[in-house]
């Protein structure tokens, strides 16, 4: 049909024939459907060939509002479209009343009501090119190619042209088989860009259209046409700081000399010309941004853009107040900040405090993929901080009530209330009362995110007494055993972890904790266990509990070797360390050979950390108690356990033996001694492994020690029990005269034991020599010498400092009256 002739019209018979109206899904615009037949007629006027398309006419009503008169624009819209005929009036009234109405219709300013947002970037519109007043044909293709040798109107017309060709997905096949047309438009780009901002936004157009579908990147990135739009990018950034800079210095040149007429006037043309240039770049800026957002699902290229400082530029564009350039960057980031080096760039850059200022916005999509954006730099504990820092956290949580946003600001507030530091920051905002109320109003199925936010409120004290306000503990319950949500549970159970007055409010539910935990064996009677645990209050009567619903017996089920899982023989035994603070309670378990099933899962699971731990710490409650106390120290190997548990990698359990066999050691002597050999042993490893290793022969051979006194094997002995051992030659060591219940020698010389009563040191005179230190401070004698306490000799006729040290002069030697004596002496 398109190749008749202007006289062969008369032969073409066309008909409209009008369908039904509808409202457009996402714009201010009814949509018209109709039908319209063409038959090509023969001489005689019999039709000869005729041809049926089912088409659509869109009408826009961008001016409908709140205040619009419905019924004058549904006649005037009645009397402009030939295709709607008159006896439809009401129904046009009718979808132009819906428009009215729907939440979904423009950019809401403040939603509250869920809307669907866009997934992607909006594609660069007309608007964001050279308009022309011609319409293009493929055919004409060569023509439009001239124009491009020629001078800049008309490089700007051609290019204008194909990019209207380039536009319609049907041409661009045949546009790419024109090798000469590409290779025409990449040089006129690299060599005019600089040159005309329309130019170069027609072809980056033209080259964005080809970048929407993969099979055409090869030719993009022969043209190497990515790299020249990096150049673009950073050559129009560093042109918008100059702008910028000129305007603020003419802007604080009118605020300085305000009476000058001059220099307003000059200001005004200089900001309404900053303005068009500026708008004039961001397109350019928005359509090289999406090619090469298109060209980086290559990761590849990808890669090679992030070398040459896509992402600085990219966060240095946020700065910028046009929307849709915001989106498009904004996407950008969000696709690159999945890679630990662009995310660490970006935090160098100082992303979050350029994305605060955009949070909140009245535009939904920018503000929807910012907070995309948010999600994905929060993994990092740094730029959390930083969130909080910059005053993030007050206004996230004012967006909980937009239904657009609420699951992304519940994970991003989950993220943040990951940090212990940050979860108090809470408090100051009115997060904890919404969530509550968004808690209690939901179904059965809550969503996850909102719980996992509530578990890790909970688990700080501050928060979790703003939970637990009024009846807030008391609704929790009763919604997590009516529907038996173990994720609720574990909320309930962070909460019971606090001491004071939180803790308290669980008394009155310890009855319906133990009939669940009793009952059967899940995820949620496993969280009623653990909240049965962390009750540790002193004035609860846990004697009368465990008899009350027998739990004894249940508790030594539940600790035979393979009889449960590890979470529930872990929680078990937090359970028995809990009550074993109650004495009655102690010597119920002590009776019932709890203490004996312990050791048994001691040896069963020594890997586990976590249950050797909370076993010591059982053991550790029972010590203190007086009737358990001897159970454990003469009636079981527990000590021995704890000895070989003291050097334990861990150091949690290292710390609950040492505090454990402190105090078996207070009070059992045997034990007493046997944990300071073990400690000595462990202390003196190194050496003990050195004597033990070397021959009989070296041993005798008089480096180390002589022969007399010695017995040949050291491991025959207990080390603390051979003093002579630590005395050279064995001199000086009587065993008659070691006194009774000491574990380490005392030194001993000739003189005798020093006990104070030394005749040698009791008769050496302080008085000819006032420098020598009184003999309260000095230990024992050796070679007939007085020595500190730390075994060093002190030289009768020399003074010594406070510190032991001999007395220096201000030449740097030694000091005793009239004398000197030198280093060298």
């Not at 369908?19 to 714009?27: A, C, L, R």
């Not at 060209?295 to 966060?315: P, S």
């Amino acid at each position: 049909m398109s190749n008749l002739q202007p006289e062969d019209a008369r032969y073409l018979k066309r008909k409209v024939k009008g369908g039904s109206i509808d409202v457009h899904p996402t714009e201010k615009a009814l949509v018209v459907n109709y039908e319209l037949e063409a038959t090509i007629l023969g001489e005689l006027g019999d039709p000869m060939l005729g041809e049926r398309k089912e088409c659509q006419k869109i009408i826009r009503v961008k001016g409908l509002n709140e205040n619009s008169d419905l019924s004058s624009l549904a006649k005037e819209i009645i009397d402009k479209c030939k295709l709607i005929h008159p006896s439809k009036f009401p129904e046009v009234e009718q979808l132009l009343y819906y428009l009215q109405n729907r939440r979904d219709n423009g950019v809401p300013s403040k939603a509250s009501g869920k809307t669907k947002l866009s997934d992607k970037p909006e594609e660069p519109g007309l608007h964001d090119a050279t308009e022309v007043d011609e319409t293009a044909i493929i055919n004409d293709i060569d023509e439009y190619l001239e124009l491009l040798y020629e001078d800049i109107p008309d490089k700007v017309r051609g290019s204008a042209l194909i990019l209207q060709l380039s536009r319609n997905p049907d041409n661009l096949e045949e546009l790419f088989q024109n090798e000469t047309v590409i290779g025409a438009l990449a040089r006129v780009l690299r060599e005019d860009w600089k040159k005309s901002s329309e130019v170069a936004t027609n072809i980056v157009y033209i080259f964005f259209c080809f970048s929407s579908f993969t099979q055409f990147h090869g030719v993009i990135l022969h043209f190497k046409v990515g790299a020249l739009c990096m150049a673009i990018i950073e050559h129009e950034l560093k042109k918008y700081d100059l702008w910028t800079e000129e305007l603020q210095k003419k802007k604080k040149l009118a605020e300085f000399d305000k009476n000058n007429r001059k220099t307003r006037d000059d200001y005004a043309k200089s900001l309404q010309k900053y303005q068009s240039l500026v708008k004039k770049q961001e397109q350019l800026l928005r359509v090289t941004y999406y090619l090469l957002l298109n060209l980086a699902e290559d990761l590849k290229v990808e890669t090679k853009m992030r070398n040459k400082g896509i992402v600085k530029f990219l966060v240095k564009t946020l700065d910028r107040d046009n929307s849709e350039l915001l989106i498009l960057v904004t996407s950008f980031l969000k696709k690159m900040s999945i890679f630990i080096e662009n995310k660490k760039e970006m935090a160098e850059l100082n992303i979050i405090e350029k994305i605060t200022k955009i949070i909140p916005c009245e535009h939904e999509d920018l503000l929807n993929i910012t907070l995309r954006l948010l999600l994905n730099l929060s993994f990092d504990s740094e730029l959390r901080s930083k969130m909080i820092k910059f005053g993030l956290l007050p206004k996230l949580v004012n967006l909980l009530v937009n239904e657009n946003h609420r699951l992304i600001v519940l994970s991003l507030l989950y993220h943040i209330s990951l940090d212990d530091k940050s979860k108090a920051m809470f408090t100051y905002t009115d997060c904890i009362p919404i969530v509550m109320k968004m808690l209690f109003e939901s179904n059965e199925s809550t969503e996850i995110e909102l719980l996992a936010l509530c578990i890790n409120l909970a688990s700080n004290k501050r928060t979790a007494s703003i939970i637990c306000e009024g009846s807030g503990l008391k609704m929790l319950m009763k919604r997590a055993f009516k529907f038996k949500d173990p994720l609720l549970m574990k909320m309930i159970r962070n909460l019971s972890q606090h001491d004071g007055q939180t803790k308290a409010l669980f008394v009155d539910y310890i009855s319906d904790l133990c009939a669940a935990v009793l009952q059967e064996e899940d995820e949620f009677t496993l969280e009623c266990l653990g909240i049965l645990g962390n009750l540790t209050i002193p004035e609860l009567d846990y004697e009368l509990i465990l008899r009350e619903y027998d739990l004894i017996s249940w508790i030594k089920g539940k600790l035979l070797p393979g009889s449960a899982d590890d979470d529930w023989v872990l929680q078990v035994i937090i359970l028995v360390g809990t009550v074993c603070s109650d004495d009655g309670c102690a010597v119920l378990l002590a009776q019932s050979n709890i203490i004996q099933s312990l050791i048994e899962l001691l040896n069963a699971k020594q890997e586990d950390d976590e249950v050797v731990c909370q076993i010591i710490y059982v053991f550790y409650q029972m010590i203190f108690h007086k009737s358990t106390r001897e159970v454990i120290i003469k009636d079981t190997q527990a000590p021995a356990y704890l000895i070989d548990l003291m050097h334990d990698k861990n150091v949690e359990i290292r710390k609950v033996c040492d505090y454990t066999l402190d105090i078996i050691g207070e009070y059992d002597k045997e034990w007493s001694k046997k944990i300071q050999l073990e400690k000595f042993r462990w202390h003196n490893s190194q050496w003990l492994e050195m004597l033990e290793a070397r021959p009989l022969g070296d041993l005798n051979d008089g480096y180390m020690y002589s022969d007399e006194g010695f017995d040949p094997y050291i491991q025959d002995s207990e080390i603390l029990d051979r003093p002579d051992l630590f005395y050279n030659n064995g001199e000086g060591y009587d065993p008659s005269m070691l006194m009774d219940g000491h574990i380490t020698p005392e030194y001993i010389d000739d003189g005798g034991l020093y006990n104070g009563n030394s005749d040698y040191y009791n008769n050496y005179s302080y008085e000819d020599d006032p420098y020598i230190r009184p003999k309260s401070s000095v230990g024992f004698l050796q070679d007939g010498h007085p020595v500190d306490e730390f075994g060093r000799a002190l030289d009768p006729g020399r003074p010594y400092d406070p510190y032991n040290q001999p007395m220096i002069d201000q030449y740097g030697q030694y000091v005793n009256g009239d004398e000197s004596y030198s280093y060298n002496r």
